[in-house]
């Protein structure tokens, strides 16, 4: 399989060969949360604990974005007192959290899933219903291939 | 170069979205189509509240105190604000889902089904998670292809799917859900407290002019129809407030009442209830501002007039337009064939490309990397 070094690579050598959805966990109510159930799609692609790192830690996130307590109550009383008009000048501590999702997704698309290959898509950018994954094959490769993910690619 | 000189309309992805929604300020304001109602709620407030500012208040002002107009035109605004934000905000409408996670559903549908005989009907489309001890079905939505999430609900005069849909209130010209809601509890509440305050003022006013010598003014007519309207409006919007209040006492939604999902019968409960009437009210009231997942003012760029300077933005344009094409115009989610999903996967879009839409310009798989990179950028610094 071949080895992207970084994100330039994928783009110029790559072409999209699947998707994978990581689909969100319900069991504990309506609050953000992915499953972290290693997907068998991704099986010669990542190594599981990598992957069940990323998920647990945008779960994480999401579930420090969405805690209901002295913050957030503080957040809407003061926002009611001024009819909602201080969300033009401050930002939501949601939306500074989903800040902080895209830098994280950024940095392990660039660190950990593009040399594998891998991209994962924001889940705001799909509604926070999924966490896509998109595999890429190499151009010159043919079909999927079960090289480990440390072999490196000829040159390209 | 004549590619850069050539201005570019800014296509936005409101303009793109389905469902029957109305969009207003390029992408801010977010309605339903029918607005006359939301019209006449708009001049009933500020009918009857202009006629109270106008012919009791100079008189109140005077006869009893200054801070009776005061608290009126606090609450007034108050009042307009939430109405206002209400009507104009996206009640927490989930977009539909793009062809690839359509296909991917589908084919866990088909998967978890098995083989279905011929001329038999495929069994519904439910996916059982248990929340809280408490087994709540999922069910699929056949306009936006998905299973929606627990309490959304799909709202058909809007032609969305909803996340913790409410109800779709044709007085705020809005549904209202997940991310409204609050505001249009306030709304209700700050509306039933004027309609209280200005009916008061009103029997005051009168009572206090059969007590005045000097009984000559207009001002009487006026008082008998902000009455009139306060009566009439006071036993719908207290009775709705209270109704709400109850609502959020329980963390139920409309719909669930509606629809009795909690009832109690078959020991089914409200698995999102927290059993205590302060913390729900709180997570109602005071929870986190949900962001929109709809990106209305996000820009699509389209090439109307100049040839595309790359494949890159051209195709770019046809990735983004991706949630846009997506119209109920294509018919159910394609599986090319039965097989196995290994085998299924390289033809999802090869399979996807032949029998799309025409509108549908896009083929799933882009041949040019390229044509993936810019979008993808765009999706990794959103």
Not at chain 1, 20 to 43: A, H, M, N, W
Not at chain 1, 61 to 73: D, F, H, L, N, V
Not at chain 1, 78 to 89: K, M, P, Q
């Amino acid at each position: 399989m071949a080895d992207f070094h970084n994100l330039q690579e994928l783009r110029h050598s790559a072409s999209l060969a699947n998707k994978v959805f990581i689909q969100r966990d319900y069991t504990d109510g309506t609050i953000c949360k992915f499953q972290t159930k290693f997907p068998s799609e991704l099986d010669s692609r990542i190594e599981r604990t990598l992957f069940e790192d990323t998920v647990k830690t945008l779960n994480n996130y999401y579930a420090e974005a969405e805690k209901i307590g002295g913050q957030s109550y503080l957040e809407g009383c003061l926002a009611c007192l001024t009819v909602y008009l201080i969300f033009l000048c401050i930002e939501t501590r949601y939306e500074k959290v989903l800040k902080k999702i895209s830098r994280y997704i950024q940095e392990q698309n660039e660190k950990i899933y593009a040399p594998r290959g891998l991209l994962i898509t924001d889940p705001i950018e799909r509604g926070m219903r999924v966490i896509e994954i998109s595999v890429y094959e190499d151009r010159g490769s043919s079909g999927s291939s079960s090289g480990s993910s440390t072999t490196s690619s000829s040159g390209r | 170069m004549s590619a850069v000189m050539i201005s570019r309309k800014v296509t936005r992805k409101w303009e793109k979205l389905p469902g029957k929604n109305t969009f207003c300020c390029d992408g801010r304001v977010m309605m339903a189509r029918q607005k006359g109602v939301f019209y006449l709620t708009l001049f009933l407030i500020v009918g009857t509240c202009s006629l109270f500012f106008a012919f009791e208040c100079p008189y109140l002002a005077v006869h009893l105190s200054p801070a009776i107009p005061v608290f009126a035109v606090l609450l007034f605004v108050f009042v307009m604000a939430m109405l206002l934000r209400t009507s104009f905000s996206d009640p927490g409408v989930l977009p539909r889902a793009l062809p690839e996670e359509a296909n991917f559903i589908e084919m866990e549908i088909e998967a978890a089904n098995g083989n279905v005989l011929a001329g038999q009907r495929p069994p519904p489309r439910i996916k059982n998670v248990q929340i809280n001890n408490q087994i709540v079905k999922l069910k699929y939505c056949y306009t936006c292809k998905i299973f929606r999430p627990p309490r959304a609900s799909h709202c058909s005069i809007c032609d969305n799917c909803v996340d913790r849909f409410d109800h779709h209130c044709p007085w705020v010209g809005n549904c209202v859900g997940k991310r409204n809601y609050r505001y249009f509890y306030l709304f209700t509440l700050s509306l039933s407290l004027l309609t209280i305050y200005i009916f008061a003022f009103d029997i005051v006013h009168v009572v206090l002019h059969i007590f005045d010598i000097f009984v000559v003014s207009l001002t009487p007519r006026c008082t008998v129809l902000e009455v009139l309207v306060c009566f009439f409006t006071l036993w719908s919007v207290v009775g709705l407030t209270g109704f709400h209040t109850y609502l959020i006492s329980l963390n139920q939604t409309t719909n669930e009442d509606i629809k009795g999902s909690w009832s109690g019968k078959n020991r089914v409960q409200n698995p999102y209830s927290h059993k205590n009437i302060i913390k729900n009210c709180c997570e109602v009231l005071c929870g986190p501002t949900y962001p929109s997942v709809l990106d209305r003012r996000g820009v699509m760029l389209e090439d109307s007039s100049s040839p595309a300077p790359s494949d890159a933005s051209a195709a770019s344009t046809n990735k983004n337009s991706n949630p846009v094409s997506q119209t109920t115009k294509s018919s159910a989610p394609l599986i090319p064939n039965e097989h196995t999903p290994d085998e299924a996967k390289p033809g999802i879009g090869a399979g996807q490309k032949s029998a799309s839409s025409p509108k549908e310009e896009k083929p799933l798989s882009p041949t040019s990397p390229n044509a993936i990179a810019p979008a993808v950028i765009k999706e990794s610094t959103h």
